[in-house]
Nanobody, 129 residues
């Protein structure tokens, strides 16, 4: 079993920055997880893939809406996944979820939620104008 716990959400003004974290734990999680990702869901919106990282090779993937503004990263022990968010805009307001994939994975669809098995409870990010 893998546990994911997000933290670091909050309120920020337009143009500001925020870093949210996802603590990863569980029995043998490092050997089981192949991709980690951040998704978000705003009020009345569908869940959207924001960023993903290959847990073994380090390749990263980003939604067009956040490219150049958001950065996904991990600590060396791979116990925490971060999402650094810069130049935040009101449309970035959402609950952000951390997700982990195990088993077969299609890199070309790294931001599709059906590929992720474990999910955190979410952390709310509110960007005011």
């Amino acid at each position: 079993q893998v546990q994911l716990v997000e933290s670091g959400g909050g309120s920020v003004q337009t143009g500001g920055s925020l870093r949210i974290s996802c603590a990863v734990s569980g029995s043998g999680y490092n050997s089981r997880i192949n991709y980690m990702a951040w998704f978000r869901q705003g009020p009345g919106d569908k869940r959207e893939g924001v960023a993903a990282v290959d847990n073994n090779g380090g390749s990263t993937y980003y939604a067009d809406s956040v490219k150049g503004r958001f950065t996904i990263s991990q600590d060396n022990a791979k116990t925490t996944v971060y999402l650094q968010m810069n130049s935040l805009m009101p449309e970035d307001t959402a609950t952000y979820y951390c997700a982990a994939a195990v088993g077969w994975f299609q890199p070309g669809a790294a931001l599709r939620d059906y590929q992720y098995y474990y999910w955190g409870q979410g952390t709310l990010v509110n960007v005011s104008s």
